[in-house]
């Protein structure tokens, strides 16, 4: 188990404007491995450690047909110890198996199963078909032996099907790792259908011929709404791409406290802040203080033992001439969580919450 507590700081949430999924750095090929659909429609995306710090990161590589991406993330700290790629331990039937990951975008997750098929043809490829517990937000994880070495890639599992994971191959992964050294620091394409590489733009295959997505080459159009969020979080200096954290969500630390902006009941923009845990002494302080506190657009509140700093607007309010001044509320209440839970902490007596980052001094 010890080397699987090495491992995990080497996996990482992987987190775009449309999803999110997990990743892993291979140091012997110096670049973050997951899967294509995890980064389908981006070019630029962000890379999460357990320490909840962000690194931006570009797509390099990506090959839709066999549904991997390479990622290269200039600032990322090199972790001292990865998953070992290069190695000759061949996958059998009833092998013990790992899954790294995080699934539902939760917290770093470890499940446990065995091989039911070392070889499960679909579509004309080869997969490693599992039991191990594989969930949304699994995809492009790692699934190794207790020995750290790598045997394949979370790629699917059955929505109707218990107990049935799959994963690409270490063969197929190693196939792709060959072309590293031809990459550059822009996305190269990997033809679906003749493996060719593509580096520009285009429509079919300079190779086979084949029909290609040229907006393969591009990243997705975001909707009017999430810009227009994503101005309210540039105006903190903050690059909108590393608060992505799925389809019209953002997460994100201006210092300690976590900030989060979403979609509300399909009518509403909801900004909230979990500040502080309760303290077990000073409730009646802590509660007269919010009670009678002007925080002005911004309310402070308590649920489930947490005090939290919230903002609601309705969606058309940022299509209004009050634009601006939304847009200002929403980058007010960042700096306002950041202020306010040291002032929990140093009057009150109050702890910082599981989500809050915290700082070296």
Known sequence: MNTIQNLENSVYKINTAFGSGTGFYSSQDKVIITNFHVISGSLSISVEDGAKNRYLAKVIYANPGKDLAFL????????????????????STRDKLLVLGFPYGMPFTVTEGTVSNPQQ??????????????????????????????????????????????????ETIREELEIIDQLSEDLTLGCPSCNSLIQEKTAYCP??????????????????????????????????????????YWKFHLGSAEIRMF?????????????????????????????????????????????????????????????EQVLNNLAQLAEKADQLDNMFICDFGAKMTKFSKQHEA
């Open 263 to 323: 979609v509300y009941d399909n009518n509403y923009l909801f900004a909230t802040s979990p500040l502080n845990e309760l303290p077990r002494q000073n409730l009646a302080e802590i509660y007269e203080y919010i009670m009678r506190t002007d925080t002005g657009e911004h309310r402070l509140s308590i649920s489930d033992n947490q005090i939290y700093l919230s903002y609601r607007v309705h969606i058309s309010d940022l299509y209004s001439k009050e634009n």
């Open 207 to 248: 190779n086979c011929g084949n029909d290609i997505e040229e907006s393969l080459f591009e990243e997705s159009p975001l909707s009017d709404f999430s810009v227009k969020v994503e101005k309210a979080i540039q105006n903190l200096d903050i690059d909108p791409v590393l608060a992505r954290t799925g389809s019209e």
């Open 72 to 91: 290269k993330a200039e600032s990322l700290p090199i972790p001292i110890q990865t998953v070992n790629t290069n190695h000759d331990t061949t996958v």
């Open 121 to 170: 043809i679909i579509g004309g490829s080869d997969f490693i078909q599992t039991d191990a517990a594989i969930n949304p937000g699994n995809s492009g994880g790692p699934v190794i032996n207790e020995k750290g070495e790598l045997l394949g890639i979370v790629t699917a599992k059955f929505s109707d099907a218990d107990n049935m994971g799959f994963a690409i191959p270490i």
